[in-house]
């Protein structure tokens, strides 16, 4: 399980809706046990895999199919890996 950093994923977050890449196998009960804070809700969708072509003859191929994860948790609670400073690093 793994969190989903983007845009989009940081912006639901600040309503309480985190997002994590899961295996496929795991069920809602199992997601919510894995987070380390109260869980109000979790939503879990299969994303297919997209098909690209590789290689010198183009060979067509098939990305995996993925499940994401949509966690609420308690109001008042935040998970740190969310959490964005705001701070850049200045290039000299």
């Given amino acids: 399980m793994r969190p989903i950093i983007t845009e989009k994923s940081l912006a639901v977050a600040n309503r309480g809706w985190y997002t994590f890449s899961v295996a496929a196998s795991r069920n809602k009960s199992e997601i919510a046990k894995a987070i380390n804070v109260t869980v109000t809700g979790v939503r879990s969708f299969i994303i297919a ?14 990305r995996e199919d993925w499940k994401k994860a949509l966690v609420h948790v308690a109001a008042g609670q935040k998970i740190d890996a969310f959490e ?8 000299p």
Avoid: L
């Fill in 84 to 91: 964005v400073t705001g701070e850049r690093e200045k290039k």
């Fill in 49 to 62: 895999g997209k098909g690209r072509r590789v290689g010198k003859k183009m060979k067509q191929t098939q």
